[in-house]
C-alpha cells in the first residue's frame, strides 16, 4: 500500500461509518486511485469534500435519518444554481468597469481574488452540464476549498476579497450543493449564471458589494426560500420537508443584514454580522436535528406496533 492509497484509507475511516467501510473500503479507494494523476502524492480538495459527502449521507442512513439523506439530492438541486447565480453577479461586480467621481475603475484589474472565486463556482455550472456528476461534486470542492482558502489568503498578501457576508453564504449553499443527485438537471446551474448576469445589477445596484448590494442578497434568500416552499407544496412529503430544514441555514446566512437590523444592530457591523451568523447556524441546526429525532421517535413508534392483548388472570 503506497501513501497515497493509505492517505484514501485515513479519509475513509475518518467520514464513513465502521460497517460501511469494512465492506465497501476498498473498492472506494480503488475508484478514487483509477482516477488519480501520475505523481500524485495526496487526495484532492475536490476528493476530500466528495468523501465527506458520501460519508456523511451513509452516516444518516446508519442513524436512521434515510429520509434527510435522500432529501440531499433535491436541496442540492435548490442550493447550486442559487449559488451559480450569486457568483455570476459578484463576477460581474468584480469585471464591469464603475464610473465614479475620479472616473472609471476597474476593480478587476486589481481584485484577481474575487475573479477567481466567483469564476470557480460559474465553471461548476459548466462541469455540470457537461460531465458526469462525480466531477460536478469534484468542481463544488474545488470551489469550496477556493472560497475558504482566499480568506487567509487576502490576509496574507494584502489583496481585496468579496466581503464574508457573499463568501460566508456561498460556502454554505456549496456544502449543501455537495449532495447533487446521479442523475440532475444539467441546465439548471447554468440557468443560475443566466439570470446572475443580468441580475448583477439587481443584487449590487451600485456597482460595489456593499450598501445596497448587502441587503439586496436577501433578494435571493427570498427566491431560495420560495422555491423550498413550493417543492413542499407539489411534493407533499418529507422529503421535501428535510430539503426546506437543510435549506433554511444558507437562507439565514443570506440575510444576514437585515436579520442583523432585526436583531437590535441599526448599522451592522462585523461583529455583529458574525453574531447573526452564529444564531442562524445554531438556530437552524438546532430545528433540524429536533425534527429529526422527532421523525426518528415516531418511526419507531409504528414499527413497534400496538401492544399485544394481556390474558386475563383466572
Known amino acids: 500500500m503506497n501513501d497515497l492509497e493509505r492517505r484514501y484509507h485515513r479519509l475513509i475511516r475518518l467520514f ?29 480538495p475536490a476528493d476530500v469534500a466528495d468523501l ?17 439523506g435522500a432529501a440531499m439530492p433535491l436541496a442540492a438541486m435548490l442550493a447550486l444554481p442559487t449559488a451559480t447565480m450569486i457568483a455570476a453577479a459578484g463576477l460581474m461586480v468584480e469585471l464591469i468597469p464603475v464610473i465614479d467621481d475620479i472616473g472609471p475603475a476597474r476593480r478587476g484589474a486589481i481584485a484577481p481574488l474575487g475573479i477567481g472565486v466567483w469564476a470557480a463556482w460559474v465553471l461548476v455550472a459548466v462541469a455540470h452540464l457537461v460531465a458526469p456528476s462525480r466531477w460536478t461534486r469534484r468542481a463544488i470542492g474545488a470551489a469550496l476549498a477556493l472560497t475558504a482558502t482566499v480568506i487567509p489568503v487576502s490576509a496574507i498578501i494584502g489583496e481585496p476579497r468579496p466581503p464574508l457576508f457573499t463568501l460566508v453564504p456561498q460556502l454554505a449553499l456549496g456544502l449543501v450543493a455537495l449532495g447533487i443527485p446521479a442523475r440532475p438537471l444539467r441546465l439548471l446551474p447554468l440557468a443560475g449564471v443566466a439570470v446572475g448576469i443580468p441580475a448583477s445589477g439587481l443584487l449590487f445596484p451600485t456597482g460595489f458589494y456593499y450598501g445596497y448590494g448587502a441587503d439586496a442578497l436577501s433578494c435571493a434568500a427570498v ?82 406496533g400496538p401492544l399485544p392483548p394481556q390474558r386475563a388472570e383466572t
Open 16 to 44: 464513513y461509518p465502521a460497517a460501511y467501510r469494512h465492506e465497501r473500503a476498498s473498492e472506494i479507494v480503488g475508484t478514487y486511485l483509477d482516477l488519480t494523476t501520475p505523481g500524485q502524492r495526496r487526495p484532492s
Open 52 to 68: 465527506a459527502a458520501g460519508g456523511l449521507r451513509q452516516r444518516l442512513r446508519t442513524a436512521g435519518a434515510a429520509g434527510l
Open 223 to 304: 427566491i431560495l426560500l420560495a422555491a423550498a416552499v413550493l417543492l413542499l407544496v407539489l411534493r407533499n412529503d418529507f422529503r421535501a420537508l428535510w430539503a426546506l430544514l437543510t435549506l433554511l441555514g444558507p437562507i439565514g446566512l443570506l440575510s444576514l443584514h437585515p436579520l442583523s437590523r432585526a436583531a437590535g444592530y441599526r448599522n451592522p457591523t462585523v461583529a455583529s454580522l458574525a453574531v447573526t451568523a452564529l444564531a442562524v447556524t445554531l438556530t437552524t441546526s438546532a430545528l433540524l436535528l429536533i425534527t429529526l429525532t422527532a421523525r426518528e421517535r415516531s418511526t419507531r413508534h409504528l414499527h413497534a
